[in-house]
């Protein structure tokens, strides 16, 4: 482990003011029949490259693959499982972002590894270790539409068992750190907190014998709420957005000493730029509370919610508080 | 108009391709925007036409002038930069706002618009304004120092333009405020900044449309919202939000949406139908207004049309059936 700049997961599709928008004209040209889905994937390989060079270039240690074959943070895992439909847009908690809800019709199964591939992809194309992200079995939960269970813990079972499959089989190709994203875990200003307990019943399914680095991922609000009881789940480090959770200060005291922080300190949604004496004084109080070793700083989400210039300058500025800090 | 169950349309409708051609190349510069706005002008005579043909009760003038309705007014606004693109949903995109200054209104936005739409019609046309919260929650801000700052300045600027509209004679003003019911904790601001744009509004129904949020928290706080109208999605969420109702009861006006905005299906009139037959259980036929779920601008042409359609052929059944026909 080493004090490090991590991305969190999505990343802008659309190119800097000017470029070519390839992956959209290409999507939109398979909807009136004038390109192949061969064609879609070309333009997806394109961006990947692009963007998995262009956090290197920023400075970014642990990278993504920026998720750009994802419709929305959702439906890429729920198509991918037997059991699903996908139905009506819903908007992505608090944000102007939308996704297709999953519809729970059948048992949910894994059938075939569903980002075995585009990480595979992502990795023989990176000069940097790819994180895998995935949407955690809460989240996905949560927010779709259960029409078959009629009981949540059952259907929490079946897709930490689905997912930890997943998990499984991307850690045994060699992904170094693979990320369960569980935003539905915090509390999003004006709804209740998650279901910590509900969530605690399955996680050790969804990280057993998995041989990877595995980070549970909160952002978009406070998980404080939940108390250091969040601690006590398997996982090897645990993602705290202290944006829009500015109370998650007060769990860092629990963290125990052998898991990583990663901590949300950017703002992925503002395109004002932090100051980097501002942000560096942040992973300085950190610091006094966790080794900075085991501090991995971070934007507070994932960044499509950003055009990309301000993407860049982001993941360029936490570089440079890395660089400010050690 | 008769005295209940109006069929309506939330706001936008689709854009006809010789417009998006026409937009791409007055972005490249390929043509002025005297000759852009004449193609705008067409279409939006051939949509007041369309709605007022097919017995829409209250008309849109459907915004083919507008890209998004956030960008829309920032653009006529001093103090905002256009912003990037930033994702929607799926593969659609839109430019997200940056506030980089005091904010100051020059000159009314909508007004002409409306007196050219109205001028066509002898039915009324809304006008359409997008709310303070919403301008504040879909944009960015590298300006003001707190939410509450940035959402009242923008209350006085849209409390001008309906001054203005009302002024010109709209009937029916409509602000929309889909991004309310995202933060319960900000719903008293919303609430606070819809006061300042509506307190003026004397003779005037006013509309608020709220979209893809949490109703069951929102709910029945929400009837705090200072309009006469909510308008909602109610399709889309298969009609849950009227059971709430049977507890609280709904206590305005209700836009009720009977047809899904985002999918290709065209629904029956009968879905519609029962659609209605389900709300008047909950909300009398002098408080309802009929409508799609949402802004048609996603649809071709041909679908915004076929679902227009089954929202008057639907209301139309019902009206029949308790004896407002």
Known sequence: MAFQVTAIGSYPRPPVEGGEFR????????????????????????????????????????????????????????????????????????????????????????????????LAFAAANSTRPVKAVLCGPYTLASLSADEHHGDRAAL???????????????????????????PALARIPGQPPGDLEAFAAVAPTLVDGVDATTVLATYFGDVSALGSALFDLPFDGFGLDFVAGPQNGELVPELPGDKVLQAGIADGRATRLEAVEELAGRVNDLAELVSLERIWIAPSCGLEFLPREAAQRKLRRLAEVKEAVT | MTEGLWATQVGSLPKPPEILAARSDHAKGRITRAELRGLERTATEDWVRFQDEIGIDVIVDGEQYRGDMVAFFAEELEGFRQGGLVRSYGNRYYRKPVVTGELRRTHPITLEWWEFAQSLTERPVKGMLTGPYTICDWSFDEHYDTREDLVMALAEIVRQEALDLAAAGAKFIQIDEPAVSTRMDELELAIKALGVVTGGLDDVHTITHICYGDFHHAYPKMLELPVDQIDLETTNSNFDLLEEFRDHPFTKSIGLGVVDSHSHRIESADEVANGIRRSLQVIPAERTFVDPDCGLKTRTVDEAKRKLRVVVEGTRRVREEVGLA
């Open chain 1, 23 to 118: 992956l959209r004209k290409t999507l939109q040209g398979l909807d009136r029949g004038e390109a192949t889905t061969d064609d879609v994937l070309a333009a997806e390989d394109e961006l990947t490259r692009e963007i998995l060079a262009e956090q290197a270039g920023a400075g970014v240690d642990l990278v993504t693959d920026g998720q750009v074959r994802w419709d929305d943070p959702l439906t890429r895992m729920a198509e991918g499982l037997d059991g699903f439909a996908i139905g009506g847009l819903v908007r992505f908690f608090d944000n102007n972002t939308y996704f297709r809800q999953p519809v729970v019709k059948g048992p949910v199964r894994r059938r075939a590894p569903i980002l075995l591939e585009e």
């Open chain 1, 156 to 182: 929490l079972r079946d897709l930490a068992a689905a997912l930890r499959d997943e998990a499984r089989d991307l850690a045994a190709a060699g992904a170094p750190v693979i990320q369960f994203d569980e």
